[in-house]
């Protein structure tokens, strides 16, 4: 039987340890606070929002969410983000993804200051990351780390295989697994012969956004896997980018989804906000 990397049990813990940070600061006079900014009426992203505020209420850090009709113009928004970054009560600010088309992304997250990019999106923070001087790690990578560390998993030597190639999982993963001393792999859409990889990873990190797609060929025996996907099928039930039931007995440790990195996610988050105020980025 395989380890279940158990990401709403370890979120559980460190959230209580963040409670006490957050209390601790509170007593210095200091009280993290993070603003979201959330535009139209995304169904996923208000439930992300949702849970966000949630969880700062739960250990004690202040939140506020802006909400803009989908037509804001773009130049309002970033007259917005300009009076955020001069808001000394504000540590962490995000906006939610995705953007309405007449807004450009890039443009709003190269505006948010670095001192409070606590989705590390900005420009300045990936770079910082690459160099292995980050401003904050990304959440959903650092929740993954954190996610393996928990459960002692090896890296030193390690083939780690990541499964996707995007700008907010697969490459800023990659980078981390590399800072761990790992040899990484990216795999994508165009590699030819996925399975051939994967099946040779000792460490394997999906973020597909397609259910089921790892199967039991796939995987090394042995394997640590993580899978990031959440999807959500025609029943309404949600799985991973993983085939679980498939997978589980044939590998060494694997994440379910959901209550793998999900909760991390969040989790991450609140420790930029909070690390925001700690150490004054």
């Given amino acids: 039987m395989s380890i279940l990397l158990d990401g709403k049990k370890l979120a559980k813990e460190l959230t209580n340890t963040q409670k ?24 996923a992203s208000a439930v992300y929002v949702r849970m966000k505020e949630k969880r700062c209420k739960k250990i004690g850090i202040d939140s506020e969410v802006i909400r803009l009709p989908e037509s804001t ?33 890039q443009t709003i997250l190269e505006r948010i200051s670095t001192k409070k990019d606590v989705d590390c999106f900005h420009p300045f923070s990936v770079g910082r990351l690459m160099i292995g001087d980050p401003v904050f790690l990304p959440a959903t990578p650092a929740g993954v780390i954190k996610l393996l560390e928990r459960y ?12 996707g190639r995007s700008n907010i999982v697969g490459k800023p993963v990659s980078i981390l697994l590399l800072q761990k001393h790992c040899t990484v792999t990216i795999c994508h859409s165009r590699t030819v012969d996925l399975p051939s990889i994967t099946r040779d990873a000792d460490i394997l990190v999906v973020a ?5 797609m790892v199967g039991i060929d796939w995987v090394k025996e042995g394997a640590w ?7 959500r099928l025609d029943d309404g039930s949600l799985c991973g980018d993983v085939d679980y039931d498939a997978v589980k007995d044939k590998v060494h440790a ?28």
Avoid: C, W
């Fill in 254 to 281: 694997i994440s379910p989804s959901p209550g793998g990195v999900g909760p991390m996610t969040i989790t991450m988050l609140m420790e930029n906000t909070i690390e925001a105020v700690e150490v004054g980025n």
């Fill in 208 to 212: 597909t956004g397609r259910p089921k």
């Fill in 73 to 105: 113009p773009e130049k309002d928004l970033i007259e917005l983000i300009d009076k955020l970054n001069d808001d000394p009560s504000t540590s962490g600010i995000l906006t939610q993804l995705p953007l309405p088309d007449h807004i450009k992304e």
């Fill in 20 to 43: 006490e940070r957050v209390s601790y600061l509170k007593k210095e006079g200091v009280v993290p606070k993070l603003t979201a900014v959330l535009i139209g009426d995304d169904p």
């Fill in 225 to 231: 896997v993580v899978d990031v996907g959440t999807n």
């Fill in 152 to 163: 002692s998993a090896p890296f030193e030597g390690k083939h780690a295989v990541v499964l």
